[in-house]
């Protein structure tokens, strides 16, 4: 049997919301940016156990997502995964282009202005529909938000933990 990997490793893509059909199919609540997308993983990690679940099928229904796992055959089988988170691992991720991140990695590292003054640390991410968000805890039990742009992703630097932003400490 071969070692659980590091909770570090993994990336939660949705959850699973609810019960679609009598034939076991669950509604899926997906974080991905093209919801469709959680569904290019053959293999879905459910719950805090991260039990594997293979993927049979699924698509697009109105604005939300169903699948059918393996092994799920009926409503009440399909109704004990509601809540479950659905993860894989890091590595299961496409690569991205130059200057392309992923949020999951970008939480949890420290923001800097230009003059060097300490801001705090990214706490999430969130989408809006003008552009997205920085949340930055400030250590001080306050929160600042930041609009990510272009700009924003130039001062990222994965190896020194931390991002360089053009924002004034007492804005």
């Known amino acids: 049997m071969l070692p659980a990997p590091d909770p570090g490793e993994w990336v939660v893509l949705g959850r699973v919301s609810g019960i679609y059909g009598v034939r076991g199919m669950v509604k899926v609540f997906s974080f991905t940016e093209e919801r469709d997308a959680i569904l290019g993983y053959a293999l879905w990690y459910l719950g805090p156990e991260r039990r594997p679940w293979g993927l049979e099928g699924g698509r697009m229904q109105g604005e939300g997502v169903v699948a059918k796992l393996a092994q799920v055959d009926d409503r009440e089988r399909a109704r004990a995964l509601i809540g479950r988170e659905i993860a894989v691992l890091k590595t299961e991720l496409p690569t991205l282009g130059a200057g392309e991140f992923y949020w999951s990695?970008?939480?949890?590292?420290?923001?800097?202005?230009?003059?060097?003054?300490?801001?705090?640390?990214?706490?999430?991410?969130?989408?809006?529909?003008?552009?997205?968000?920085?949340?930055?805890?400030?250590?001080?039990?306050?929160?600042?938000?930041?609009?990510?742009?272009?700009?924003a992703s130039a001062g990222v630097d994965l190896a020194a933990g931390r991002i360089v932003v053009d924002w004034q400490a007492d804005w």
């Open 105 to 151: 990695t970008l939480v949890g590292l420290q923001i800097l202005n230009q003059e060097g003054v300490a801001l705090g640390t990214v706490s999430a991410f969130l989408e809006t529909g003008a552009n997205d968000v920085m949340v930055i805890d400030d250590g001080k039990g306050g929160e600042l938000l930041i609009p990510w742009s272009a700009e």
